[in-house]
Antibody, heavy 124, light 106 residues
Framework: QVQLVQSGAEVKKPGASVKVSCKAS????????IHWVRQAPGQGLEWMGI????????NYAQKFQGRVTMTRDTSTNTISMELSSLRSEDTAVYYC?????????????????WGQGTLVTVSS | SYDLTQPPSVSVSPGQTASITCSGD??????TFWYQKKPGQSPVVVIY???KRPSGIPERFSGSNSGTTATLTISGTQIMDEADYYC?????????FGGGTKLTVL
């Protein structure tokens, strides 16, 4: 079955960077977009960006541009999301999720399935 | 930026119908997607492309979208449906989520 398995919880100090990984299985890795979405404590879902695992192209939400980098490793079917210059407001559960079939229009697509989530805590 | 507005909370008695709205500018011209989020669990899509139900999602979940409002309807609501529900749409290649609605079944 389609599965996304994320790396474990992280604790970081303000100003540091964090890298969260997402390993895909059960489908052809390069055929589907991958998205990153986060949820801060008591808050709603927030989209961070998208990566095309086939060519590696990315599109980041304006809020995160300059601080986020999404990469892929086709040899291990793994997507990584690195967020830099961390601040306390970045404390959240970070999810990867599979999007639509490449190269179909992503605006017709939804997020399914989701990884189990990775808690990132930013604290001094 | 594009905004989607949901009521913070909706209450319903077991067996009754719950309706959760999502409002946005010309939302009816876009596809709307709905996700169920329970505490400690990952979100699950319950409606995609306005009114389609993924396999495994009960028939009591349905959706509509017209004008400026999309609606998620849960008929015969069950205790297990108590969760946060988020609408989502795309605007200029950016995914936008509504603020979420806490559905209480009591």
């Amino acid at each position: 079955q389609v599965q996304l398995v994320q790396s474990g919880a992280e604790v970081k100090k303000p100003g540091a960077s964090v890298k969260v990984s997402c390993k895909a299985s059960g489908y052809t890795f390069t055929n589907y977009y991958i998205h990153w979405v986060r949820q801060a404590p008591g808050q709603g879902l927030e989209w961070m960006g998208i990566i095309n695992p086939s060519g590696g192209s990315t599109n980041y939400a304006q809020k995160f541009q300059g601080r986020v980098t999404m990469t892929r490793d086709t040899s291990t079917n793994t997507i990584s999301m690195e967020l830099s210059s961390l601040r306390s407001e970045d404390t959240a559960v970070y999810y990867c999720s599979r999007g639509g079939l490449i190269p179909r229009l992503e605006t017709n697509s939804w997020f399914d399935p989701w990884g189990q989530g990775t808690l990132v805590t930013v604290s001094s | 930026s594009y905004d989607l507005t949901q009521p913070p909370s909706v209450s319903v008695s077991p067996g009754q119908t719950a309706s959760i709205t999502c409002s946005g500018d010309k939302l009816g011209n876009k596809y709307t997607f709905w996700y169920q989020k329970k505490p400690g669990q990952s979100p699950v899509v319950v409606i995609y492309q306005d009114n389609k139900r993924p396999s495994g999602i009960p028939e009591r979940f349905s959706g509509s979208n017209s004008g400026t409002t999309a609606t998620l309807t849960i008929s015969g609501t069950q205790i297990m449906d108590e969760a946060d529900y988020y609408c989502q749409a795309w605007d200029s290649s950016t995914a936008v989520f509504g603020g979420g609605t806490k559905l209480t079944v009591l």
